[in-house]
Structures are given as C-alpha cells and as structure tokens.
C-alpha cells in the first residue's frame, strides 16, 4: 500500500471495519509500525463531543493511528458572525480534541485541523469557500504552529461548480496563502461547488501550483555557487553563458519551475481553445488513468474481497 487514507467513520461499526481493512493491508506489521490510515475524529459545533465519536477515538488512539481533530464552526450559525469569533471557537474545540486523545494516549499522533464556514444569511446555506477565507486559513496555521501541533488544511475550493474566472481566482487566493504560511498537510485538491464537487482536472492543476508556491517560498538561493561571480567576470560584456559550467549543471534542475500544467510558448503559442491548461489538464487525467497500476498485490487484494463478501452474509 504506497498511500496514507483518510477516513471520517460514521459509527463505531464503520471504524471497526476501517481498522480490519487497514490491517489486512498493513500485512505482518501492525498498525501502530505502519499506520496507514487516519481516523477524522469531528466536534459538533458548537462544543459537542458525542459518544459515538469518543469511542471512533479511543479505538484509533489504541490502534496506534493519526488521529485529525476536526472541527467545523459556522460562523453565525453555530459560531459567532466574526472572524475572531470562528478562530476562537474552532481552537478551543481543536485543544479539547488535542488533549483528548493525549489523555488516553501520551504521545497519541494528532493534527489540528478547523473547517471554518459562514453562514449565508439571506439563504440559511453554509458558505465553505467564501472568496476571504485565507484569513481563517492563516490564523489557523500560526496558531498550531504556536502549539508545536501538526497543522492539516484544505488546500483549494470555490464556490463553482464550473470552470471560470471565479473557480480559478478563488482556488489560487485560498492555495497561495496556505502554502506560503507552512502547513504541514494538505487535502482537498479539486474541491469545488462550496465542497460539495470534485474536478480531476483541477486535481493535476492544482497539485503543479503548490509546487510552484512551495517553490516561491523557498526564495532565492544565493549561495556563492548560485551567485557565480566569476562566470559573471569572466564571461564579461556582451558574452554569453549557454556553455558556462553553472548553465550546464542547472540545465534539468528545479531551480525554475516547469510543470507542464503551464503553458510557456509564449508568443509562439497557436492560442487554440484546444491547447488551454484544463484541455492539456484532462489529456493528463487520461493518461495517469490508462497507465495505473494498483499498489495492492493480488494476494491482499483478494484478501479484502474475502472480508467484503464475509461482511455481505
């Protein structure tokens, strides 16, 4: 199994077969050696912690597995109408989660994690992906960087279920600032139709812009070998550097970025509607699809077919 799940279990039925399934895949490791999924363990706002989700914890705490504190305050509905208000109500629930889970178990792998709304007055609609949610998303990030605690945000969203103008601003303002600010995890690529749609397009897409906002906020490296002063002195006025040794040895670096979700022809492009970056993006998605291969060899797999059909009877 070569990726961590992530699952939000709705009964303690749901969680027991989780951890079944999640051995069977961890093979002759336990799950505390190899812990391959994470349990979503969710506060009802405001300040509601009911007993199913309490025994969802303690069965992931024991098992050795992360454990996401998850939280969702709706701001004017089960959270004040105010960005401090949301921010308050959201740590304090994540902090009761933190300490639950140490309470059972020292040292029990946690992360801190608000899903932050607002509340569309006029409509009664939870708005997930309103256009200055970053606000939400920064604070939340300083504040589990001041605990020292493990930070999981959601990377993208937008109110549309459509590809546009406003779906591209508002996934790039939420991303832009949740990278830079340093989050530890990230989820949610090719969210979209306020959390409630999923683009595979915008998956490929957006998994390229990450990278290149990690890459800005890596700066510029001007150690002396970048800088290269010498080549700048010895190839002199109206020279060239195509053979210079720095030119040679950065040639298939990432010092700059060239994901191919971006198109850099430039003034030779065609600007034919069928090269855009969602055409280019869904041609992608079609190959990563034809050439996938599963992670899970046949044996395990079968395996899980037999726990399937056993749980069916």
């Known amino acids: 199994m070569s990726k961590h799940l992530v699952t939000a279990p709705a009964s303690v039925e749901s969680a027991q077969g989780w951890l079944e399934v999640a051995e069977i ?105 309103n256009a200055d949610k970053m606000l939400w998303q920064i604070a939340d990030i300083q504040m589990a960087n001041f605990y020292n605690i493990p930070n999981w945000s959601s990377l993208s969203g937008s109110m549309v279920g459509r590809y546009d103008v406003q779906c591209g601003i508002e996934q790039a303002l939420l991303m832009m600032p949740t990278v830079a600010s340093g989050t530890n995890i990230l989820n949610g690529l090719g969210s979209c139709f306020n959390a409630c749609g999923m683009s595979a397009e915008m998956i490929v897409i957006q998994a390229d812009l990450a990278q290149l906002i990690e890459r800005i906020s890596d700066g510029i490296d001007i150690t002396d070998e970048k800088l290269d002063f010498d080549s700048i002195s010895a190839v002199g006025p109206g020279g060239h550097f195509l053979t210079e040794a720095l030119t040679i040895k950065m040639l298939r670096s990432d010092e700059f970025f060239t994901k191919g979700s971006f198109d850099r022809s430039g003034e030779r492009s065609s600007n034919d509607p069928k090269d855009s970056m969602l055409v280019r993006a869904h041609e992608r998605v079609e190959e990563l699809l034809a050439a996938h291969e599963p992670a899970v060899c046949g044996k395990t797999a079968e395996e899980i077919h037999r726990w399937c059909r056993q749980r069916e009877k």
């Open 25 to 129: 895949l961890a093979g002759d490791r336990t799950l505390n050696e190899h812990p391959i999924i994470t349990f979503c363990v969710p506060i009802t706002t405001p300040l509601c912690f009911d007993e199913t989700n309490c025994h969802i914890m303690k069965m992931g705490v024991r098992k050795g597995i992360p454990i996401e504190a998850q939280t969702e305050p709706i701001a004017g509905a089960t959270a004040p109408l105010s960005f401090a208000g949301g921010l308050l109500m959201g740590n304090a629930e994540n902090l009761f989660l933190i300490i639950m889970a140490q309470l059972l178990k020292p040292g029990a792998p946690i992360t801190y994690s608000i899903g932050h709304g607002l509340t569309d007055l006029h409509t009664g609609n939870a708005i997930f992906y």
